[in-house]
């Protein structure tokens, strides 16, 4: 298991951008398969995106596709997610999350997951 840490989230108006990062520890973080989640107040945490460590696939939730790009820096440690387009239906608390299962989409394919950081979409 890893540990993640998010960070980037806040206060945006409709139609902007916003950037989240995950930091994680760990010196096998190149062979992690990366997701982020959201949960939205008074409902289930969804999926949203995937980062697959095998050749770098990416699969995103139909909500979000064109709008929201996933990627990673092996370097660094950390992946990312540029939101652009936002929506106030993309208000959630976004979770990052990691798992050995390359092409994992499901929560129950991922072990570590980070503590969450609050995106607010609205006027």
């Known amino acids: 298991q890893v540990r993640l840490v998010e960070s980037g989230g806040g206060l945006v108006q409709p139609g902007g951008s916003l950037r989240l990062s995950c930091a994680a520890s760990?010196?096998?973080?190149?062979?992690?398969?990366m997701g982020w989640f959201r949960q939205a107040p008074g409902k289930e945490r969804e999926f949203v995106a995937r980062?697959?460590?095998?050749?770098?696939?990416?699969s995103y939730a139909d909500s979000v596709k064109g709008r929201f790009t996933i990627s990673r820096d092996n370097a660094k440690n950390t992946v990312y997610l540029q939101m652009n387009s936002l929506k106030p239906e993309d208000t959630a608390v976004y979770y990052c999350?990691?798992?050995?299962?390359?092409?994992?989409?499901?929560?129950?394919?991922?072990?570590?997951w980070g503590q969450g950081t609050q995106v607010t979409v609205s006027s």
């Open positions: 999350a990691a798992t050995v299962v390359a092409y994992g989409r499901l929560e129950t394919d991922f072990r570590s």
């Open positions: 760990g010196r096998t973080f190149n062979t992690y398969t």
């Open positions: 980062h697959s460590w095998i050749g770098g696939s990416t």
